[in-house]
């Protein structure tokens, strides 16, 4: 059945057509409504070394060189970044934070990069929140930065690393306001349409076959040559 046929079909069944259309309108609507909205807020985090350096000297009376931790950038920051993305990216970590799978908040850590082979790129750190509420999103946030910091105290406490060398994370961005994000909702409202909008068009044809069917049905069998023809052979 080609483009003309198919309209001549919803035209002249337009009493079903149009109910249909209707129909698969507000199943897009009630979906639409159904589907719940997602706040994202998002941070970033930087690892720096402090004023004094990765090292402590053996003679502690002496004066050290004060550096620009914002200068002295190494391949150390960027590995420690990466273990706490690591470390905070698992599910005991989420359950811990209140937010265990299922949950309707959850969270991605990322050094900005969502490909697993480019994670050792710089000493950032990305948290990106994600509730079903604005103030979810943000608390969330806030948590795993503050877990970001305590994971990295005690990483580097457990290797018994000076005290005066500590890494420390500053917030580079704080959690930005919330953000609806409403691309799920757009696209599971546009399936259910385009399923409904099937299904209407569906049901047209099959009350047209139903009505061809009754049509043929209901020809009186004189409008056949063969029936007329069947007294002429009786003797």
Do not use: C
């Not at 350096?53 to 009376?61: C, D, I, K, L, V």
């Not at 550096?67 to 960027?78: E, M, Q, R």
């Amino acid at each position: 059945m080609d483009f003309w046929q198919t309209i001549l079909v919803v035209f002249r069944r337009w009493y079903v057509a149009l109910p249909a259309f209707l129909l698969s309108i507000l199943a897009a609507v009630g979906v639409y409504s159904s589907v719940s909205r997602t706040y994202v807020s998002t941070s970033v985090l930087v690892l720096t070394l402090p004023t004094t350096g990765s090292s402590q000297p053996a003679e502690t009376n002496k004066p050290r060189d004060q550096i620009n931790p914002l200068l002295n950038f190494d391949k150390g920051l960027s590995t420690s970044a990466t273990i706490l993305i690591q470390a905070i990216s698992t599910p005991e970590t989420a359950a811990e934070l209140g937010v265990p799978a299922g949950s309707d908040t959850w969270f991605e850590v990322t050094n900005g990069s969502s490909n697993p082979e480019l994670l050792i790129t710089g000493p950032f750190i990305f948290i990106q929140g994600n509730s079903g509420t604005a103030a979810g999103a943000v608390d969330i946030v806030r948590k795993v930065e503050e877990r970001a910091r305590v994971e990295l105290t005690n990483r580097q406490r457990e290797v018994q690393a000076p005290s005066s060398t500590y890494i420390t994370a500053v917030e580079v961005v704080a959690p930005t306001a919330p953000e609806a994000k409403g691309g799920s909702r757009i696209r599971s409202a546009g399936a259910a349409f385009a399923l409904a909008l099937f299904l209407s068009l569906a049901a047209t044809f099959a009350f047209e076959s139903v009505m061809q069917v009754r049509g043929r049905r209901a020809k009186p069998k004189s409008d056949h040559p063969e029936a007329a023809l069947e007294p002429s052979l009786q003797p």
